[in-house]
């Protein structure tokens, strides 16, 4: 299994970047997806996750109405679209394979099964 996540870079505040991670070796319509972050000197953190048919999506406080999560199973790629982004914002984000049921609503990061290997955003003042 190989989730493979790009897009990530260097952006001033206030702008855009749109992240994808593309899975291979697995059935990708069986597993929920998601995105979490880590920045330096913290813990990796929940950023958002998305159901197996896109229906059900679940963001971070801290990223609503600035980010959406979105998925095409046609392509096995998960999205993460980032607008208006902050200095704050500024981590590696790691795609994440989870599990179908509840994990979309109630993220843990102990619960993936598979990780992505993350892909550097650094948001400039």
């Known amino acids: 299994v190989q989730l493979q996540a790009c897009g990530g870079g260097l952006v001033q505040a206030g702008g855009s970047l749109r992240l994808s991670c593309a899975a291979s070796g697995l059935t990708f319509s069986s597993y929920a997806m998601g995105w979490f972050r880590q920045a330096p000197g913290k813990e990796r953190e929940f950023v958002a996750t998305?159901?197996?048919?896109?229906?059900?999506?679940n963001y971070a406080e801290f990223v609503k109405g600035r980010f959406t999560i979105s998925r095409d199973n046609n392509k096995n790629t998960v999205y993460l679209q980032m607008n208006s982004l902050k200095p704050e914002d500024t981590a590696v984000y790691y795609c994440a394979a989870g599990p179908l049921r509840t994990w979309v609503l109630s993220p843990n990061d102990n619960e993936v099964y598979y990780w992505g290997q993350g892909t550097q955003v650094t948001v400039s003042s």
């Open positions: 998305i159901s197996w048919g896109g229906r059900t999506t």
